[in-house]
């Protein structure tokens, strides 16, 4: 291949909202074009397409809104990168996850099925989707009472979003659809699946999401305590499993049609968008904490290091480079959280200001927040809006605004909200530490670096130097440099790392008077943390529960 017709590689991030494709340079890591699109159903948490309504607190997707991504950004990426199909040496796909779905054994999505079109459970259940909690509470009562060893590889909890709790959840509730879906499947996987033509399961999402440890799940044993015809439930999952930066395959004659790539184009192993993102970010090291902060944020950190780290989403042997533990942490909401402020507490008359002067309502609540002292506006915030995930692990947990007065602006309940989610991070990296698992390096990615007020404020409560990843693109980014890895353009994923990722250091510097401010406000967050979270006063647990039987009254009279 000739310098004038460069080898690339495609990455595809498949988000919450919409999936990216990105053409990366496999030389130096250069972004030569990209193209997203957005899914025709985005979230499905209302209702399902013909119309059955959804109960509370589930978050479904469409498969086809996944193919869509293949079909039309694909091809656009490349058309805007000014490449052929014969450059492309690699592809590799990035998910969210937990986002899991049932399948016939050829990976037809139930969904798809004419007999199971109006059945909820037979759709993908999305990450947030977070009705399967008392499925979780009991998975980790069953494990506390049976001595299961894992159970502490995973900071002692087991999440709602992850896949045995809502395998458990399709049991209980329609087992018609539990006993149809022969393969029940990471996203992340079956995307790959749709690539090759066969199906290929990936390291990283069967010991964060699968409960895989030590060459193997929870034994039948276990599953059948939980249920009697959950016994046989891994069977639904057996399948070798495949080391990252691996090929997964080669692009099959359907695919290549539908993505404009040439049939036989290397397919990497599918992967997790916030762990592909480290090689992205160059944050592979011991100790360099990566937060990738979006609608949700989620810590990521390799370790020479084994411990138990309470409410950790778990650690992974090679679970994101080779040779190192790899821990995960994350909070369920962030920017998710701050959308709601600017959704609900802000008035028409900002909404006009923010028109009159040709900025966003969000841009303008950043302003006026970011003219306050710390503690100027009297009150803190709890980040639990979509519940806790790290390092409480429940998503039966709801937010909280003290101090509210008839004097509190929407302003001052925006920046409430902006340091409780810096608060939860800072809980996050003292946990570790305190386990003995030290972070001595913290790198930002994600569509929140664009607001520097919020960033400044993660650097002050932190009392750290925040780095950055020098690209938009994180998880596309670091799918390509995996891409690159399977298709033997670099010999492993370090290198691959060092060639094409790409890390701006101490972009924001600690105020040490902000910082000591905020040490003062971080114990009043950790009080209420401790008092609504770890048994205090169990409020907000029965408000939900009030909830739902309310909303399940009022749909059983429709």
Known sequence: MTTSS?????????GTLSGRALVVAVDDGAELGSAVHDYTHGVVDGALPGGRELPPDWALQIPQDWRDVLRFAVPRALAAAGVRPEQVVGIATDFTACTVLPTTRDGTPLSELAAFADRPHAYPKLWRHHAAQPEADDIVAAAEESGQGWLARYGGKISSEWQFAKALQVLREDPEVYAAADRWIEAADWIVWQL???ENRNLCTAGYKGIYQDGGYPDAAFLASLHPDF?????????????????????SAHAAALTGLREGTVVAVGNVDAHVTSAAAQALEPGHMLAIMGTSTCHIMNSDVLAEVPGMCG??????VPGLWAYEAGQSGVGDILAWAVRTAAPHGYAAE????GIAVHDLLTEKAAAQPVGGHGLVALDWHSGNRSVLVDHALSGLVLGLTLDTRPEDIYRALVEATAFGTRTIIETFERAGVPVGEFTAAGGLLKNTFLMQTYSDVLGRPINLLASEQGPALGAAIHAAVSAGAHPDIRAASEAMGRIERAVYVPDPARAAAYDRLYAEYRTLHDYFGRGGNNVMHRLRALRTMRTSTDTSSM
Do not use: Y
């Not at 069977?235 to 080669?250: C, F, I, M, V, Y």
């Not at 650690?315 to 994101?320: A, C, H, K, L, M």
């Not at 923010?354 to 002067?357: G, L, N, P, V």
């Open 231 to 251: 016994a046989d439930f891994t069977a639904k999952l057996e399948h070798p499993l495949s080391g990252l930066g691996t090929a997964a395959g080669a692009l």
């Open 315 to 320: 650690v992974v042997r090679d679970g994101v």
């Open 354 to 357: 923010a028109r009159r002067r």
């Open 196 to 198: 090759t033509g066969t």
């Open 6 to 14: 460069p080898a690339v590689t495609v990455g595809v991030d498949f």
